[in-house]
C-alpha cells in the first residue's frame, strides 16, 4: 500500500506559479513511476504529467508542456509539480498518483484555482 498526500494548491491570478508538492508512504518510493492527473468540474480526469521511477524520463500532457516541470526527490519521498503561466481554464484538482505498474495509487487531490 501507498500513501500520498498532496500539497501547495490554491487561489492564484492568471500567470501565476504555484509548486504542488506529493509525500508518499508505505512501499519503496524509487520503485514508483510517480504522475499527476487533473479534474476540473464537470469533466473527465485528465492526465497532466509524470516522471519515470529512475528520474530519467518525463511526460507532459500538450496543454502544459513549456509551463509545468514535474520532479522527484527519492530521498524525500516527494514529488513536485512546478505549475507556471497559469491560466483559468488551469483550474481543477490535481490529484497525484504513484504505480509499479499495478495498482495505481491515489491522493486525495489538491485544488488549483486560476482567477482572470
Known amino acids: 500500500q501507498v500513501r500520498l498526500v498532496e500539497s501547495g494548491g490554491g487561489l492564484v491570478q492568471a500567470g501565476g506559479s504555484l509548486r504542488l508538492s506529493c509525500a508518499a508512504s508505505?512501499?519503496?518510493?524509487?520503485?514508483?513511476?510517480m504522475g499527476w492527473f487533473r479534474q476540473a468540474p464537470g469533466k473527465e480526469r485528465e492526465f497532466v504529467a509524470l516522471?519515470?521511477?529512475?528520474?530519467?524520463?518525463?511526460r507532459y500532457a500538450d496543454s502544459v508542456k513549456g509551463r509545468f516541470s514535474i520532479s522527484r526527490d527519492n530521498a524525500k519521498n516527494t514529488v513536485y509539480l512546478q505549475v507556471n503561466s497559469l491560466k483559468p481554464e488551469d483550474t481543477a484538482n490535481y490529484y497525484c498518483?504513484?504505480?509499479?505498474?499495478?495498482?495505481?495509487?491515489w491522493g486525495q487531490g489538491t485544488q488549483v484555482t486560476v482567477s482572470s
Open positions: 508505505g512501499r519503496t518510493f524509487s520503485d514508483y513511476v
Open positions: 516522471i519515470s521511477s529512475s528520474n530519467s524520463v518525463t
Open positions: 498518483y504513484a504505480e509499479n505498474p499495478t495498482p495505481r495509487y
